[in-house]
C-alpha cells in the first residue's frame, strides 16, 4: 500500500458511522429514534449530537428545527424525538460535536411505521 493509501484507509476507519432507527409515535410525522454512533468499529461516546431534517425533493419547504439527541442506554447510542411534517423522503443531518467534528447526511424513506434508509 502507498502512502497515499494508507493514509486514506486511515481516514475511513476514523470517519464515524451513523445507523438510525426510528419508530412512529403514533401521533402523526412524529417519530421516536435511536442513533447509533461507530468509529473506528467502536461505539463512539460523548458526542454531541444535533439532529436537523429536510426533504431532498422540496429543497426549502420545509424547516424542521435541528434538536439534541441525549444519550442512550447503551455506548455509541442516542435518542432523539423527529417531528417531521409529512411522510416520504427526508435527508437527515447529523451534526457531531465533542470528541469528533464531522457532519453525516443520511436518506431515510418515513412511513406511518418508521423509517427505512435508502442506499443509493
Ligand atoms: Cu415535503
Do not use: N
Amino acid at each position: 500500500m502507498d502512502k497515499a493509501a494508507l493514509l486514506l484507509s486511515l481516514v475511513l476507519a476514523q470517519t464515524p458511522q451513523a445507523d438510525l432507527r426510528c419508530t412512529s409515535t403514533g401521533q402523526d410525522f412524529v417519530y421516536d429514534c435511536t442513533v447509533m454512533l461507530m468509529r473506528g468499529g467502536r461505539p463512539l461516546e460523548g458526542a454531541e449530537v444535533t439532529v436537523g431534517a429536510d426533504m431532498p425533493s422540496m429543497p426549502m419547504a420545509h424547516s424542521v428545527r435541528p434538536s439534541k439527541a441525549t444519550p442512550g442506554t447503551k455506548p455509541g447510542e442516542y435518542r432523539l424525538r423527529l417531528d417531521l411534517e409529512m411522510l416520504g423522503e427526508w435527508a437527515i443531518k447529523l451534526r457531531l460535536a465533542g470528541p469528533v467534528r464531522d457532519q453525516l447526511i443520511l436518506h431515510y424513506e418515513f412511513d406511518s411505521k418508521g423509517a427505512t434508509q435508502i442506499r443509493r
